[in-house]
């Protein structure tokens, strides 16, 4: 079952208005979440989280949840002499590490390709650049298989949900976060478009952490490779040992 991050509804919506009170005209946008922090546990399966807000000025909403970027290499299999083996690798930096989009309506009815294309709006407008030397034509199929597996594990969403209004000026959104997001330092934009124009935009931070055991178990891993791997090793090995003793004795 998902684990569904504190919803606050209608009612943190009205506290929000009033703690702010009605957004200026110089800043016709307040955004907020029902929480910065994700703990991640043993026991996660995903969950969701609320982003709400309120606008002044009439306009449409899109959102943008952007993960950590991240190195990341991906290589490609051919078949030689029978065998399935890695050949080429294409090395990316700065690849998020989680992307979703949501907005009112569909975000080609919002704003026009170039906006778009400028805010990195839709996957098909993220930019990461090869880390290796490669002709734009040959990076293409490594560039579909980044963006193939990370719509297969649930990390990249172009429809993530749909931004409700709730009335003229009220507005919330929940966007789910799968089992496999990776832990960092996120980014909630919240854009308000008009005539292809940006009226007002809002970043919040989001983070999300390892909690409990399993934080120590990660910290451990990246702060002592070396004493983790040994670690590692000799636990496989003991579980083989024990397993082997108690099939004899059976």
């Avoid at 943190?12 to 946008?29: C, R, V």
């Avoid at 922090?37 to 002044?56: K, R």
């Avoid at 906006?115 to 293409?140: H, M, S």
């Avoid at 008009?194 to 935009?201: F, K, N, Y």
């Amino acid at each position: 079952m998902r684990r569904v991050a504190a919803g606050f509804g209608t009612v943190a919506l009205t506290l929000l208005i009033a703690a702010h009170g009605a957004p200026a005209q110089e800043n016709p946008l307040i955004t907020d979440l029902s929480s910065h922090l994700i703990s991640i546990t043993s026991s996660f399966t995903g969950t969701d989280l609320l982003l709400f807000g309120a606008v002044e000025e009439h306009g449409d909403v899109i959102v943008v949840v952007r993960g950590p970027q991240q190195p990341l290499v991906v290589r490609r299999k051919d078949r030689v002499l029978g065998i399935w083996m890695n050949r080429e690798a294409v090395g990316f930096a700065n690849v998020p590490g989680y992307y979703a989009v949501a907005a009112n309506r569909p975000i080609e009815d919002i704003a026009s390709p170039n906006l778009l294309a400028r805010l990195q709006i839709g996957t098909e407008n993220l930019r990461f650049a090869a880390t290796t030397p490669i002709d734009d034509t040959d990076l293409v199929p490594y560039r579909d298989a980044v963006m193939r597996n990370k719509v297969r594990d649930g990390l990249y969403q172009d429809n993530a949900g749909r931004v409700v209004f709730l009335g003229p000026k009220l507005f919330r959104v929940r966007v789910g976060f799968p089992a496999k997001v990776p832990v960092g330092t996120y980014q909630a934009e919240v854009y308000l478009v008009r005539d292809d124009q940006v009226i007002s935009a809002q970043a919040t931070p989001l983070f999300i952490n390892k909690s409990g055991a399993e934080r120590e178990i990660y910290d451990f891993a990246h702060e002592q490779p070396l004493a983790y791997g040994v670690a590692a090793v000799a636990l496989a090995l003991s579980a083989g040992w024990l397993a082997a003793v108690f099939l004899r004795r059976g």
